[in-house]
Structures are given as C-alpha cells and as structure tokens.
C-alpha cells in the first residue's frame, strides 16, 4: 500500500487508475476543443474505427454500445502499456483490476439487456429453452465473468514477469525485442477483452430481441 484513506488503503494499482482515468478526462477535453487539431483528427480515426468494429459485432449498436466498449479499449491498452514504463507495473497486472473490470462487463450485460427489452423479458432468457436450465445459465455467467478477470490478469502478468527475468538474465539489450512483444501483447489482450464484453452485451440484447418475437 502507498498511503491509506481512512481504513481503505491505496495500492499502486488504484493510484495509476485513477492516474490514467484523470489523464483520458482532461486528453479528451482539450484534444477536441479545436476540431482541426491534430489530436482531434486522430481522436476522431480511433472512434470512427471503434464504432466500426462494434457495428461488425452488433449492427446498428455502435453510438450505442460505442460509450462503453470504446471506454474499455482505451483503458485497457493505456493499462497494459504502463508496464513498458521503467517502475511501474501494470494495473491490469492486478487481479483485483482485472476482476473490477470483468464486474463491470457482468453488470453492463444485464443493464443492456434489460434496457433492451425490459425486466421480465430478460428474466425469459434463462430459462429457455427449458426451466431445468436455469442453474447452467446462472453458472456459466459466473465462469465467464471469472474467466474474463484471470485471462487478463495472467497474460499481463506473464508478460512483465517474462520482460523483468530476460532483463536480469540477458542485460539492456536483450529486452528490446521483448519489449515490441511487449506492446503487441498489450494491443491484443485490450481487444480480446472488449471484443468479449461485446459479444456477452450483444448476446444479451440479441436474445431479449428473440424473446420479445416469441
């Protein structure tokens, strides 16, 4: 713990969250306040492919889900390059960030789908096609939401554990290979981490769509 606030205390995890929740607010508001800027322009590319990613998942859902998803990938891939950063470590290298964030993909699943269709619609689609399955649903959003948390926690963290022992063993200059792995890593678990958030919140919306034709 870094210092305490009351009774909670404060790791480095948290304080570089909230570091990196801090520098996205104050990026995003100064970046577009001249729509021509530079940062601005490339603001605007990020998002446009974004929401062209979550249409090709969900069509028609990207202003939609855009706030959300998009949200996710951004701090994810800013989390896990963090650790590139001389002393510090990422905060996705943490299970307890890692779990918050699968928490929230557990919440935003059942808050699209009842927003979709409503409450007793969404409550249909456990126990379809039988009532027998209900306990099998219930667990198998439990597995994934678990699954969600230790996949990226454990690919980040065998990454920096990897990147620390080649340096201690090999020197400088053997990491530098490992460090462009390093980043590409980093690209790929942020996209398969929001990729999945996508496909559970689609999957969610999609089946509150069927029940209300049924």
Known sequence: ????????????????????????????????????????????????????????????KGEELLPFIGSLWIFIVISNLIGIV?????????????????????????WYGIRSEGFGNYLKHY???????????????????????????????SLEMAALLVLLVGGLLVPIPLLMLHIVEALVQAYIFGMLALIYVSGAMESQQRNAHE
């Open 127 to 157: 126990t379809r096609p039988s009532p027998i399955l209900l306990p099998f649903h219930l667990i198998s959003e439990i597995s994934r939401t678990v699954a969600l948390a230790v996949r990226l926690f454990g690919n980040i963290m």
């Open 86 to 110: 001389p002393g510090l470590s990422s905060p996705t290298a943490d299970l307890s960030v890692t779990s918050a964030l699968a928490v929230l993909v557990f919440l935003s699943v059942h």
């Open 1 to 60: 713990m870094i210092f305490h606030l009351g009774p909670f205390g404060i790791s480095e995890s948290v304080l570089l969250t909230w570091a990196i929740m801090l520098f996205l607010a104050f990026f995003c508001h100064f970046a577009t306040r001249d729509s021509l800027s530079l940062p601005a322009v490339a603001l605007e590319g990020i998002v446009d492919a974004m929401v062209d990613a979550i249409e090709d998942v969900a069509p028609d």
